[in-house]
């Protein structure tokens, strides 16, 4: 079993609408083997040291133990939800497990959830490792129960602690999204500028001075007292004999603790000597940069939880214990007391693991014990002086008893430190009684508290606590998200892309866009490249400055990773043609169809959709949007006019009196939108593949709840120049002989520029500069060649400095033998060493009045190639009167042909 290859999707993908990894698993010779002829020696070990799988479902919810049993049933099923129960056992929980046959008959593709990236490919291969093990067991095999210990330890430094995971599920139920930031707690809540940042229990809005004022107990302790809320009377103190000093004039007993320290380190409570007091001060001074000596209060700690300056959660905390039971000993109790699931390392768990250590048995020693004692039933035996969780303390909730003055104590503790999520350390005797009598105080504020004990306390009912911060952050439905607008399709994605974020960024928005070529912010290039994939996505709503993104997805970014965000809010598929067909495992168009889909299956409120599109028109079956938007450029559509009269949405394009009109129905409504001829991207309407993407732009941001004028406005504004839409049908006209650049290399796109063409009807010789990437299939070579074939007077092609796995020069006789083949002139084509060679055979060619379209890989070389040309001196034209004499005009017997800045006219012979 070897794991050839790894995908980790970030969101929606292909398999699923949620993350998954995905590994490709070479099974070798065991490709055919049932797991029912290995279980006798697999499934019992799992099933004692995973009892997870016990309970476990597939994905069609029946029972994986009855799926394991039948005779079908193959190791990467088991693989599969083996990386699961790895995970759920360690804290990281996920779901879903499956898969899927691959390519190759040996292998298989095995999917499952994650949380932490790096923890689910890590239990994907331990559970290969453990599979191997129980099947063939190998005398330097590790064991089993060591193997999970190691992945949980493992995970446990990598997971979510349970304050944060408690904060990120309270964000999903509230549909708020969320992304992790760093391998600790450092989550970002939000998108764009609604964004926040949290770190367990600190948020973007903590106040770095209530921080500090919180962390410095003695400045903390003063500004309190000045306010009258209740606190043991305090010193700074500066060495063990200031320390006694200290003691003496408060009264003993007392506490000695580090005046910054934190979790209980370095704190010693109960105080009654000289001696005890020095010892205790070395102790705290080695945690932190002070020491503070105070008045013991006698009571039982609790914690106070204030979350927006409300009381939300109170727990009674207790150091950690054991309680006899008359026969074992202390440490057998421990042992016992650690084997609760709920118990863990450090924070991982929701309770911490008892410790029999020196500062246990130094505590034990005090009252005459040691590990071997055996105290007697119902006796309760400390291991600590402290009752912080992180040192095995336990929890009792008792929210709803706590005293209305405590209640508001807290508050106005939290306040006064300026902290927005704070923790009262409060000791009292009764928390149900006021501090007023019973003489309780506040020993500590902890800012970025940690609020395990509330959300899941040894005893009591657990608080929403992760709510109450999120309700803090976002109060009531505040926006979370920044609106996304996501397309597709094989072309016109890009100057769909950047015509509509050039609508939006007139309308005054901050876009996001992604696109082919770049990820911009508020129109600057923030990073260069084809960012069409989930990574860019993920930049742009990470971005603090946005307030709508318009992404733009390629098949290739969703194939690999999926699509980077959850869902979005108008999703649109422009076309599906064929182009890439063969690469990463797609071959079809209707598996590119398929991929492409997933742009509205996520979409929410509106599918855009072309209805002169097969494969597109098959997409409404499948998205969950409130709506449905047809784009259609033909005006009889018989399903668009069904669509329009039930009163849903469409852009139609419709022909009156002055041309071509762009018309936006939608309840029944009939609204004109702009006549063609005026969006300067069209050429006059002439470029009928940007009429489609600007009816496309207009119905994505009418369904975005942009007004008329706003689309108006940015559809005349946007032009088809280098500058704004580099690549993009891109015309030159200062040579004397129009030139066009466009990035066209699939036949659809190389389509539509030839018949922009023959729209444009040029009074010269046409010239065509056209070429294929080497990585498409034969076919789509010979396809590209038939487009242009028949169109043009000269055709000059190239071989590709990267020829993608094709011999140099293949791809350029492929398409001359296709155009030969299709009656172009074998001495009307032209085959170039290189790209610019081309492009500067076609310019020397060309006279007034020609027209070069120009295809090309490297956009800004070659758009520099064309401004910078300087054409030759081409040879004056004849005079328009011999041209007339020429062409058989009889001149009446004593005049002459004469021209001017009239014109050309006869005149008497002077």
Known sequence: MEIVSTAVYVGPNVYAKAPLIRLTVDLHRRADLPVSEVADRVLPPLLDALPGLATARTETGASLLDRLKSPDARLGELMAHLALALMNHAGAPAERAFTRPAAHPDEVEVLYGYESEEVGIEAGEVARAILLDLIDPRDDATPLDEAIADFDDYAGRRALGPTALALVHAAEARDIPWARLNDASMIQLGQGRWQTRIEAALTGRTSHIAVEIASDKELCSRLLSDLGLPVPRQRYVRSPEDAIRAASRIGYPVVVKPVDGNHGRGVAVNLETDEAVAEAFDVAEAEGSGVVVESMIRGDDHRLLVIGGKLVAAARRMPGHVRGDGRSTIAELVEEVNRDPRRGAGHENVLTRLEMDAVAGKLLAERGLDAASVPPAGEIVYLRKTANLSTGGTAIDVTDVIHPDNRLMAERAIRAVGLDIGGVDFLTTDITQSWRDTGGAICEINAGPGMRMHIAPSEGKGRDVGGAVIDMLYPGGAPARVPIAALTGTNGKTTTARMLAHVLKMAGHVVGQTSTDAVMIDGNVTVKGDMTGPASARMVLRDPTIDIAVIETARGGIVRAGLGYDFCDVGAVLNVTSDHLGLGGVDTIAQLAEVKRLVVEVAKDTAVLSADNLET???????????????????????????????????????????????????????????????????????????????FTAAMAYALGKSLDQIRNGLRTFDNTFYQSPGRMNVFDEHGFRVILDYGHNEAAVGAMVDLVERLNPLGKRIVCVTCPGDRRDEDVRAIAAKVAGHFDAYITHSDDDPRG???????????????????????????????????????????????????????????????????????????????????FEVPEGFELVSDVRGVRIAPVA
């Open 617 to 695: 028109l098959k997409m409404a079956a499948f998205t969950p949007a409130r709506r449905v938007c047809w784009v259609t450029l033909n005006p009889d559509h018989p399903l668009v006019r069904e669509h329009i009269r039930l009163g849903q949405p469409a852009v139609v394009l419709e022909k009156g009196a002055n041309g071509e009109q762009i018309v936006i129905y939608d309840n029944a409504a009939q609204i004109p939108l702009i006549w063609t001829h005026l969006i300067p991207a069209t050429l006059e309407g002439k470029a009928l593949h940007n009429v489609e993407n600007a009816m």
């Open 806 to 888: 094709r011999a140099p020069g293949e791809v350029p006789e492929m398409i001359r033998a296709e155009l030969i083949a299709l009656g172009v002139a074998p001495e009307a084509i032209a085959i170039s060493a290189s790209e610019t060679d081309s492009v500067q055979a076609a310019l020397e060619m060309a006279r007034p009045n020609d027209l070069v379209l120009v295809f090309c890989e490297a956009i800004t070389a070659t758009w520099k190639q064309i401004i910078y040309f300087h054409p030759a001196e081409a040879p004056a034209p004849p005079a328009p009167e011999s041209r007339v004499a020429a062409a058989g």
